[in-house]
C-alpha cells in the first residue's frame, strides 16, 4: 500500500494550476517577484540582490529614495555642463555675426554693427542703449580674446555649474556680468570701450573661492589664480582691470548668499533674496552713473 504522504510515483503527483502576471493578465507564469510575492511575467521582473523584483516594487524603491544634491542643495544634474556649452556657443555665435559683418576674423571689431550696438561705452548706455550692460558680456575683440575666455569658461564652469545647479549657475553668470558692468561704468574712463566674459568669469573664480570655504577646503589655488590674472589686467593696457574685479566681487558675493545663508535661516528663499539684493546693487550704481554722466552730457 502507497503511503499517501510519500506522494507515490511522480507521474501520479497532480500539476499546480499557473498563475497569472499581474501586470499582463493573458499570460501565465509560474514566477512571482519575491519582494511582494505577486504572480510575473519575465517581462516584468528585474535582477535584484535577493531574488527578483517586478517593477512596481522598484518604482516603488526608486521614489522612496532621497535625490542626490550637492553641498549647495542643487539636484545632481544629469547632464554635465549643458548650462556653460550654451553659454560658450552664445559667445561664440556672437563672434561669429561680428567676423561675418566685418569680414574679417582678425578684426572684427570694425565694420560690425553688433559690436558697435553691444560694445560697454558708458556714454551711450547714459543716452538709454541699456543692452551693452549685459551684450558687451558676449562680444570679444579677435579670435585670441575669445579662445582665452572660453577656454576659462570650459575649465571653470562645468564644475561650477555642477555644483551650484543650473539655475544658481545662472544667477550667479548674470550677476557677475552686471558687477563688472557697473564697475566698468564707475571706474574706466568714460569714453573706454569693453566687451569680454572675463568679467563674468572672474565671478566664477569668487564662487569657487566661496564654495572651498564652504567644504572647509583651502581656496589658495583659487585666489592664486585670481592674483595672477590680477598681475596680467595690470601689466597688460587693454585689458580690463575694474570689469574683472567688479566681475569677481559680484560673482563672490552672491556665491556666499546662496551658500552660507539658506544653512543659517533654514530657507532656500533667503539666498535668492540675497543675489537680487546684489543684482540690485549693482543697477543702483549703473543708475546713479548713468545720471552723472547725462548731466556731464547735458541730457
Not at 181 to 210: D, R, W
Amino acid at each position: 500500500m502507497t503511503n499517501p504522504g510519500w506522494g507515490g510515483a511522480p507521474g501520479d503527483q497532480p500539476t499546480p494550476p499557473q498563475s497569472r502576471c499581474i501586470r499582463h493578465p493573458d499570460r501565465p507564469t509560474g514566477l512571482a517577484c519575491s519582494r511582494c510575492g505577486r504572480p510575473s511575467c519575465p517581462e516584468c521582473l528585474r535582477p535584484a540582490a535577493v531574488g527578483q523584483h517586478c517593477v512596481d516594487c522598484i518604482q516603488a524603491a526608486n521614489a522612496s529614495v532621497m535625490p542626490v544634491r550637492t553641498v549647495v542643495g542643487a539636484p545632481a544634474a544629469s547632464s554635465y555642463g549643458l548650462v556653460t556649452y550654451i553659454i560658450m556657443g552664445l559667445n561664440v555665435l556672437a563672434f561669429a555675426v561680428t567676423a561675418v559683418q566685418s569680414r574679417s576674423v582678425m578684426g572684427n571689431t570694425s565694420g560690425s554693427g553688433l559690436f558697435q550696438q553691444w560694445a560697454l561705452y558708458p556714454p551711450a548706455v547714459a543716452t538709454g542703449d541699456v543692452e551693452r550692460l549685459i551684450g558687451s558680456g558676449f562680444l570679444h575683440s579677435g579670435p585670441i580674446h575669445l579662445l582665452v575666455n572660453m577656454f576659462a569658461l570650459y575649465i571653470i564652469g562645468r564644475d561650477l555649474e555642477a555644483v551650484l545647479g543650473r539655475s544658481r549657475y545662472i544667477a550667479v553668470y548674470v550677476v557677475s556680468l552686471l558687477g563688472g558692468s557697473a564697475s566698468v561704468m564707475v571706474l574706466e574712463a568714460p569714453g573706454a570701450v569693453t566687451v569680454g566674459a572675463s568679467g563674468a568669469i572672474f565671478g566664477l573664480l569668487g564662487a569657487q573661492a566661496v564654495i572651498l570655504l564652504k567644504l572647509k577646503r583651502s581656496p589658495t589655488p583659487v585666489l592664486a589664480v585670481i592674483g595672477l590674472n590680477i598681475v596680467i589686467s595690470v601689466s597688460v593696457p587693454s585689458i580690463s582691470l575694474w570689469g574683472h574685479m567688479g566681475g569677481l566681487v559680484a560673482g563672490a558675493a552672491a556665491s556666499a548668499a546662496i551658500v552660507f545663508l539658506p544653512s543659517r535661516t533654514r530657507s532656500p528663499w533667503v539666498g535668492w533674496i540675497a543675489v537680487a539684493g546684489v543684482a540690485a546693487l549693482a543697477l543702483a550704481i549703473i543708475a546713479v552713473r548713468v545720471l552723472d554722466l547725462r548731466a556731464q552730457l547735458g541730457l
